[in-house]
């Protein structure tokens, strides 16, 4: 197909490729990537809110290269699992379920290409669980030059450590091994609380919950908080009753939320009030159900969204200091702010990489300004030396990258050896790597 104009899924980045692909086969993608006389760039589902997947060259689609190629258990439960590159997330939880496996931690969002979700460093939340990058035990990789070659921490380990979070500045990815879990449930528990009180007893209630995160209500000291408790797959579930998950997850989240922001938009000094409200109608909810289902939820608001990770010892300050400034600078806004955590992890370009980490995700509605807020958050979290989600928006450059990360070089100099003509460029790579 030629002649089209891609928008991601919230709006806000829209590139005009000269041609869309969706190769059947990875030999008829060798053979797109071989005859490109300008770049090549993968596209999945479309999340990231920055440009990392935009391109005016050849735009592929990988949605025809999916599903479960192999199954290699182990003796403890748990199997390595090998899938095709577009495979999208909900479709590949589900399978493993019903093959008695998991996937260890996911983020909230499970319409990604399990490619695109590594690509960009994806994560969910728990202080003993890395992001869906730290579960890959090896990756096929097309080249710019035709090559197919598969990497690990045995066979390629440069290429493996740098491709794990490769950002499409390496090739295509083809293949994904993943090791996978036994499969489990969830027991979550969902409950309102203080700013005040959560924070007062972060450090003791992340290290003793599996996964945890709250939500702050700016102009407020309240939260939601949310305790995801990992139980045996056998365990009786207990999911949310259809009308119940309807209300809450579907007409007050998305529906209602919806009406909210617009209405707010035009009368933005009523943010205050109206998210005191939100918070004070906000009701415990407990329920069992398996592990994907918990993990992942709806967004059909539309948004902007910036995410940076930081020292997890300097979450309680990060947040204080955005308090600070929401009050001081008089800016308003009705999306809650997002709090995770993740262990620490080996990958060159993970935003985890070396340290355990607390990531802050700050959200505008999409018919609001964004760039204000978000620069304040950016600089707050920049002084802790927070890195910035790398499918999130952010201001950095390669420049600040050389100086958050101790292997960039080695990453940079991986993708000099793989894609040295810059087969796989776009005008993000070219901010962020040069």
């Keep these: 197909m030629t002649g089209l104009t891609w928008h991601n899924w919230a709006g806000n980045q829209t590139s005009n490729p000269i041609e869309r692909v969706v190769p059947q086969s990875v030999d008829e993608l060798k053979a797109i990537v071989l005859r ?42 748990s199997a390595v699992v090998t899938v095709l590159a577009g495979t999208r997330l909900r479709e590949l939880t589900a399978r493993l379920w019903d093959l008695g496996l998991a996937m260890a931690n996911l983020g909230d969002i499970d319409e990604q290409s399990i490619a695109g979700a590594i690509s960009t460093g994806t994560h969910g939340t728990g202080a003993r669980f890395g992001g869906i ?24 380990p440069d290429m493996f450590d740098a ?19 036994p499969a489990f449930a969830l027991h979550a528990l969902e409950a309102p609380d203080t700013l005040t009180s959560t924070l007062s007893t972060l450090t003791e209630t ?12 700016p102009h407020t000291d309240r939260v939601l908080t949310k305790s995801n408790t990992r139980l045996p797959a056998d ?27 617009r209405a707010v938009t035009r009368f933005p000094g009523a ?58 600078s008089g ?44 620069d304040a958050v950016e600089a707050i979290a920049r002084s802790v030396g927070g890195r910035p989600h790398w499918g999130k928006l952010h201001s950095s450059t390669a420049e600040d990258f050389a100086d958050m990360y101790e292997h960039f070089s080695d990453f940079c100099a991986v993708r000099d050896k793989l894609d040295p003509e810059r087969r796989f460029e776009n005008d993000y790579l070219r901010v962020c790597l040069e």
């Design 271 to 328: 943010i205050p009030r109206v998210n005191g409200f939100s918070a004070r109608a906000l009701s415990a909810r407990e329920f069992t159900d398996r592990s994907y289902r918990v993990f992942a939820s709806s967004r059909t608001v539309r948004f902007r969204e910036m995410e940076y990770a930081v020292p997890a010892e300097s979450i309680t300050y990060v947040l204080r200091e955005l308090e600070r400034w929401l009050s001081s």
């Design 36 to 77: 490109a006389e300008g770049t090549v760039k993968c596209v999945g589902a479309g999340h990231s809110f920055t440009s990392i997947a935009a391109t005016d060259g050849i735009q592929v689609s990988l949605d025809d290269l999916r599903g479960i190629e192999s199954v290699e258990p182990a003796a403890d439960g």
């Design 331 to 374: 800016f308003t806004v009705a999306f809650p702010v997002e709090v995770r955590f993740a262990a620490a992890d080996d990958i060159w370009l993970s935003t985890a990489h070396g340290r355990a980490s607390a990531y802050l995700a700050v959200h505008q509605y999409h018919r609001r300004d964004h760039r204000e807020y978000f």
């Design 235 to 261: 365990s009786p579930l207990v999911p949310l009753g259809r009308v119940r998950a309807y209300v809450d997850d579907e007409l007050l989240s998305n529906t209602v939320f919806e009406l909210v922001n």
């Design 163 to 181: 491709a794990r979070v490769g950002l499409g500045a390496l090739g295509i990815i083809t293949r994904v091994s993943l090791r996978c879990a």
């Design 206 to 217: 992340v290290a003793s919950v599996d996964h945890f995160e709250f939500y702050w209500f």
């Design 133 to 156: 990058a730290t579960q890959v035990s090896a990756l096929e990789i097309l080249t710019a030059d035709g090559r197919v070659v598969t990497c690990s921490r045995d066979v390629e």
